[in-house]
């Protein structure tokens, strides 16, 4: 199987890591990774803020660079829902043609390639966060914690408030910087309170939020993907 990696411009610019683990991941599994150069955003944050205009170059720049592969692989779960539930509202038929090819990194390792133990190995106590996106427009449900759950060495703790959102919400956290932190200091406190060494999510740009709170309040918590925690093995950690 050949799948292309949609890395997202988040990732691309501050998290090169997490794009590194999910072809570390793939490759692991038996899945040739192709990086096509010319990608770019997918155009979430102008369509969330209403420049659905300035969306569609980018929509149709999305489905000349995927049209090729049968599978698109991307390790966020806000721009795969971009990608599959707002691409056929743009009234562009090619975008909307590569949107149902398009998955999420969980979604594609339990749907596509059937699997829940990936190999991994990661020693560390964990806390879950399923960012917005992923829980109520991508449905991923229980898939992230599937896999986490045959990652040996590590035990999961659950979350106090797990279905509530972070604060982040891209351009939320810009217009409504008080509601947006009161919000991360409350996801914050409950990951405190899990007791785990690490949160992790499938979306880096709510890690970040999340990150840079638990930073703020001098916390040993860290963030970490997912991606990550599913492509370490017993070598990898030190």
């Known amino acids: 199987m050949r799948v292309a990696l949609f890395v997202t411009c988040v990732n691309d610019t501050l998290y090169p890591h997490t794009g590194r683990a999910v072809v570390t991941l793939l490759e692991r599994l038996g899945v040739a990774v192709d990086f096509p150069l010319a990608q770019s955003c997918c155009g979430q944050v102008q369509f969330n803020t209403g420049y659905r205009r300035e969306t569609r170059p980018l929509a149709r720049r999305y489905a000349d660079v995927f049209a090729g592969y049968e599978y698109v692989v991307t390790p966020s779960g806000s721009c795969a829902a971009m990608v599959r539930d707002n691409y056929p509202r743009l009234g562009e038929p090619a975008a909307a043609a590569v949107a149902p090819r398009t998955y999420e990194l969980t979604e594609f390792l339990t749907d596509v390639l059937k699997v829940t133990d990936v190999g991994a190995y990661y020693p560390y106590t964990v806390t879950y966060h399923p960012t917005c ?105 030190r």
């Not at 991360?184 to 406190?189: C, E, I, L, P, T």
């Not at 499938?202 to 001098?218: F, K, Y």
């Open 133 to 237: 996106h992923g829980l109520r427009m991508l449905g991923l449900g229980d898939r992230p914690r599937q896999l986490l759950t045959h990652v040996k060495g590590l035990t999961l703790r659950e979350l106090e408030g797990a279905d509530e959102c972070c604060g982040f919400g891209g351009t939320f956290a810009l217009k409504n910087p008080a509601v947006s932190a009161a919000m991360g200091a409350d996801k914050a406190r409950h990951v405190e309170e899990s007791g785990a060494q690490a949160v992790c999510a499938a979306d880096n740009s709510c890690l970040m939020h999340i990150g840079g709170t638990l930073a703020r309040r001098g916390s040993p918590v860290r963030p970490v993907h997912i991606a990550e925690i599913l492509a370490s093995t017993e070598g990898d950690v």
